[in-house]
C-alpha cells in the first residue's frame, strides 16, 4: 500500500527565515506522481505542484522549491525568505490508480507552518 | 483555469434531515471528481470517486446508502448526506480531475463545505 509521511507536525519560524518541509513517502509503482498542497485557514486546498517518478530534476517557483530524491524517496518543499501569508497546513500526496478510474491521491498528515512576525 | 466550486460553503441542519452538496468545474470538463471528509487538524479521508456517468466508487468503510453520489455531467457532481446525524458534522471537499487515465493527473479542489448537524 501507498504511504505518505510528514513527520513535522508543526514547524514555528519567524518572518524571512527559509523552512523545509519533508515529505517521505512508499509505493511500488515504478510510474507515480508526487504533489504538494496548501490548505490556509479559509479551508481550501490549493494546488502547488506535480511531480512525475522520471522527472528528478529539482524545481524552483519564486520562493517555492522542490526537492525530488527518488534514491531516499523523499519529496521535500522549500519556502525561502518565508512571509507570514505562508501560514497554512501544507500536505504532501502521492497518486496511485483508484478503483474508480483516475488518480486516488494518498495524502500525509500535513506540516502545519506558523510564520510570526 | 482548472476552478472547482462548491456549494453551499455552510449549512446547519437538524438531525434527521438530508444535505446536498454541488461540486462543480467552473472551466473545464471533469470526467473524474473525487469527495474527501476533513476532521479538524487531520489529514483529508477520500470517500469515494465519480466518474461522470457512472456509479461511484466507495472507499472501505464508507456508507454508499448513507453518503449518495451522483455525476450527471461533466461538470457536476453532488454528495447527499442522507438522514444526518452528529457524528456526520465534517468539512466536506470534492476535487476534480480531467481524465479518468492513471496519468497522475492532477486534482483541483474546491473550497469546501462545513457541515454542522444538530
Known amino acids: 500500500a501507498q504511504k505518505v509521511t510528514q513527520a513535522q507536525t508543526e514547524i514555528s519560524v519567524v518572518e524571512k527565515e527559509d523552512v523545509t518541509l519533508d515529505c517521505v513517502y512508499e509505493?511500488?509503482?515504478?510510474?507515480?506522481?508526487l504533489f504538494w498542497y496548501k490548505q490556509p485557514p479559509s479551508g481550501e486546498l490549493v494546488f502547488l505542484i506535480r511531480?512525475?517518478?522520471?522527472?528528478?530534476q529539482n524545481e524552483i517557483s519564486g520562493r517555492y522549491s522542490w526537492n525530488f530524491q527518488k534514491s531516499t524517496s523523499s519529496f521535500n518543499f522549500t519556502i525561502t525568505a518565508s512571509q507570514v501569508v505562508d501560514s497554512a497546513v501544507y500536505f504532501c500526496?502521492?497518486?496511485?490508480?483508484?478503483?474508480?478510474?483516475?488518480?486516488?491521491?494518498?495524502f500525509g498528515t500535513g506540516t502545519q507552518l506558523k510564520v510570526e512576525l | 483555469g482548472a476552478v472547482v466550486s462548491q456549494h453551499p460553503s455552510w449549512v446547519i441542519c437538524k438531525s434527521g434531515t438530508s444535505v446536498k452538496i454541488e461540486c462543480r468545474s467552473l472551466?473545464?470538463?471533469?470526467?473524474?471528481m473525487f469527495w474527501y471528509r476533513q476532521f479538524p487538524k487531520q489529514s483529508l479521508m477520500l470517500m469515494a470517486t465519480?466518474?461522470?456517468?457512472?456509479?461511484?466508487?466507495?472507499e472501505q468503510g464508507v456508507e454508499k446508502d448513507k453518503f449518495l453520489i451522483n455525476h450527471a455531467s461533466l461538470t457536476l457532481s453532488t454528495l447527499t448526506v442522507t438522514s444526518a446525524h452528529p457524528e456526520d458534522s465534517s468539512f466536506y471537499i470534492c476535487?476534480?480531475?480531467?481524465?479518468?487515465?492513471?496519468?497522475?493527473?492532477?486534482?483541483?479542489f474546491g473550497p469546501g463545505t462545513r457541515l454542522l448537524v444538530l
Open positions: 476535487s476534480a480531475s480531467r481524465t479518468r487515465l492513471a496519468g497522475g493527473e492532477t486534482q483541483y
Open positions: 509505493t511500488r509503482d515504478t510510474t507515480y506522481y
Open positions: 511531480r512525475n517518478s522520471f522527472d528528478e
Open positions: 500526496a502521492l497518486s496511485e490508480r483508484g478503483a474508480g478510474g483516475g488518480n486516488k491521491l494518498t
Open positions: 472551466d473545464f470538463q471533469a470526467t473524474t
Open positions: 465519480s466518474n461522470e456517468g457512472s456509479k461511484a466508487t466507495y
